[in-house]
C-alpha cells in the first residue's frame, strides 16, 4: 500500500475550497462540491473501475472482478463551512488506495470491489443529513430528496442539474455484500484511552429539530421584565434545560443548541422571534424517546410561563443502529492481527454506514482525531495511522470478499489471501 500516494491524494482533494487554518469547505452540489467529485471520479477512471451516478448524485466506482455484489467501502466528500481534511475523505480514498493496491499486487478477490460517495452526508446545506446514503438504500424517495430545498435557496435537483451530477442509475440500489467504512472517530475517546483503532458496534440515534419562538418586539429601556414575552429568555431557558437533561441522564444522552437567530437582532431591542436548533442524541432508542418527549412538555411549560408561541419543526430523525456483529468481530480480530491496541465503542457522529446496515452486513473502523477535533481546520490524524487505517481497511475487504454469510450464523466463514 502507498501511503505517500494515499496521503498525497488527501492533500490535493483538502485544496479545493481551501479556509483558513488549512481545511476546506465544499457545501453538498456547490461548485466545491462538484470539482472535488470531478477529481475523485478522474481517480476512479484512471484505475479502470466502472462509474455510475445515480438519480441523486451518490457515486460508485467499481472493480468488476469475480462474481456477486460487491464488498463496498466509501463515505463522503461534502464538507461543512468549517470542514477538516479527513472527515469523509479519508474513507473515500482510503477505498480507492486498497483497490489500486491490490490490482498493482495481482491480487484479484473472488467477488467485486466498490468505493462510493455519498451525497450531502452532512447535511449542513440540505436536510436530512446522510440524504445521499438513505435515498441509496430506499429510505427515501428520489421524488422527495430532490425537492428538498437548500439553506440557500435552490432545490437539490436543480444544484444537481447545475453542477452536472444529476445520474441515471436508479435508486435505491442493489445491497452490496458488504459495508465497511474508515473514519476518523471526530472524538476523544481512542486518544484518551490511548487506543490507537476502534470498531465501531454502532451509531446513536439522532433527534434533530427547529424550535421557532414567537414573543412580542419592544423598548429594550421602557418595556418592564415582568411585562415582556421575550423570545431570546425562552431560547436560554431552554438550552439550559436541555444541558439539564443530558446531565440527568447521564451515560450516552447529548443535547446541543448549535444555532440561535434572533429578530431583529438589534442591542436594544427586545426580540420578536427566535429560532434556535435541538440537536439530541443517545444510543438506546427508548431513552432517546423519553427525552423526546421531555423536550417537548418543557416547550409547552416555558410557552405558558412565559406568553410566547412556539412551534417545531422536524429536521432529521434517525434511530440508533447496531452493526453486524460479525463485521465488527472480524475489524476486532484484523486490528488484533495486525498487533494494535484496540477499543469498542458506538459512534456519536452519524455516517453513511448507518443507513447501508439497513440492507448488508455493515461496521466501521476508527482512526484517533487528535483531542476529538473536528468540523474544524484543526482536525489532525497521525498520517501513520491514516495509512495503517488504510490497511486495516485493505484485510477487512479482502475478508469479506471471502466471506459467504449465513443469515443465521453469527460467525461468517472467512477465507485468507
Request: charged residues 20%; contains cysteine.
Amino acid at each position: 500500500m502507498s501511503g505517500a500516494r494515499l496521503l498525497a491524494r488527501l492533500d490535493e482533494l483538502a485544496r479545493i475550497g481551501p479556509i483558513d487554518g488549512g481545511g476546506s469547505c465544499r457545501l453538498a452540489l456547490s461548485d466545491a462540491d462538484r470539482d472535488g467529485r470531478d477529481l475523485v471520479v478522474t481517480w476512479m477512471r484512471d484505475l479502470g473501475l466502472d462509474v455510475v451516478v445515480d438519480a441523486v448524485g451518490n457515486v460508485v466506482g467499481t472493480w468488476s472482478v469475480g462474481r456477486g455484489q460487491p464488498v463496498m467501502t466509501g463515505s463522503h466528500i461534502d464538507t461543512v463551512r468549517t470542514g477538516g481534511r479527513y472527515d469523509g475523505n479519508l474513507g473515500v480514498l482510503a477505498g480507492i488506495e486498497v483497490i489500486e493496491t491490490l490490482m498493482q499486487a495481482g491480487l484479484t478477490p473472488p467477488r467485486p470491489l466498490a468505493v462510493a460517495f455519498f451525497t450531502n452526508e452532512e447535511g449542513a446545506r440540505f436536510q436530512p443529513d446522510m440524504l445521499g446514503s438513505l435515498v441509496y438504500v430506499g429510505g427515501m424517495s428520489v421524488e422527495e430528496a430532490l425537492d428538498a430545498p437548500a439553506i440557500d435557496g435552490p432545490r437539490l435537483g436543480d444544484e444537481l442539474e447545475r453542477i452536472g451530477y444529476a445520474g441515471s442509475h436508479p435508486c435505491p440500489s442493489a445491497a452490496p455484500h458488504a459495508f465497511v467504512e474508515l473514519h476518523i472517530e471526530q472524538g476523544p475517546r481512542l486518544e484518551a484511552d490511548d487506543k490507537r483503532f476502534g470498531t465501531v458496534t454502532g451509531v446513536q440515534g439522532i433527534s434533530w429539530q427547529e424550535v421557532a419562538i414567537t414573543g412580542q418586539s419592544n423598548h429594550a429601556g421602557t418595556t418592564p421584565m415582568s411585562l415582556r414575552h421575550d423570545p431570546a429568555l425562552v431560547a436560554g431557558r431552554i438550552v439550559v434545560f436541555l444541558r439539564d437533561l443530558a446531565t440527568r441522564y447521564g451515560g450516552d444522552q447529548v443535547c446541543t443548541v448549535g444555532k440561535i437567530d434572533l429578530v431583529p437582532n438589534l442591542v436594544n431591542v427586545v426580540p420578536r422571534s427566535a429560532t434556535l436548533t435541538l440537536d439530541v442524541r443517545n444510543t438506546d432508542e427508548s431513552t432517546l424517546r423519553r427525552a423526546e418527549t421531555e423536550i417537548t412538555d418543557f416547550l409547552a411549560q416555558v410557552a405558558a410561563d412565559e406568553g410566547v408561541t412556539i412551534s417545531t419543526r422536524r429536521l432529521a430523525r434517525f434511530e440508533p443502529v447496531v452493526f453486524d456483529n460479525r463485521v465488527v468481530d472480524l475489524i476486532e480480530t484484523v486490528i488484533d492481527e495486525r498487533g494494535h491496541s484496540n477499543m469498542r465503542l458506538p459512534s456519536g457522529a452519524g455516517h453513511d454506514a448507518q443507513m447501508l446496515a439497513r440492507v448488508c452486513p455493515s461496521a466501521m473502523i476508527f482512526t484517533q482525531s487528535h483531542l476529538g477535533i473536528s468540523h474544524n481546520p484543526a482536525e489532525f490524524t497521525d498520517p501513520a495511522d491514516l495509512v495503517e487505517g488504510t490497511d486495516i481497511l485493505l484485510d477487512v475487504m479482502w475478508k469479506l470478499a471471502h466471506t459467504e454469510f449465513s443469515a443465521h450464523a453469527h460467525e461468517p466463514a472467512i477465507g485468507k489471501p
